[in-house]
Nanobody
Framework: EVQLVESGGGLVQPGGSLRLSCAAF????????MGWFRQAPGKEREFVGG????????YYADSVKGRFTISRDNAKNTVYLQMSSLKPEDTAVYYC?????????WGQGTQVTVSS
């Protein structure tokens, strides 16, 4: 059974940093591209960034480019989202995503709140 478990969310002040983790189970993680999405209250879920199976290619939404970094550790079956220079508009539930055999899998999400 595919399972994605996010952690690391919390309350942070504007300008601060936070690192999210997503532990993956039940599929060949080292062969799978992974993604991060987020959903703010009253808004659609939006793409944040993605990483190739090897970690050699990363890509980001314009809104986070230069502030967020995605990485992965295939030995630990874990993908990370390092967030810096956080803004109040980054407040959202952050979700890990895996697309396997044309099906999307999601974690339960982790809340990130950026506020003073």
């Amino acid at each position: 059974e595919v399972q994605l478990v996010e952690s690391g969310g919390g309350l942070v002040q504007p300008g601060g940093s936070l690192r999210l983790s997503c532990a993956a189970f039940g599929f060949t993680f080292s062969s799978s591209a992974m993604g991060w999405f987020r959903q703010a209250p009253g808004k659609e879920r939006e793409f944040v960034g993605g990483i190739s199976w090897s970690g050699s290619i990363t890509y980001y939404a314009d809104s986070v480019k230069g502030r967020f970094t995605i990485s992965r550790d295939n030995a630990k079956n874990t993908v990370y989202l390092q967030m810096s220079s956080l803004k109040p508009e980054d407040t959202a539930v952050y979700y890990c995503n895996a697309r396997i055999l044309s099906r999307n899998y999601w974690g339960q999400g982790t809340q990130v709140t950026v506020s003073s």
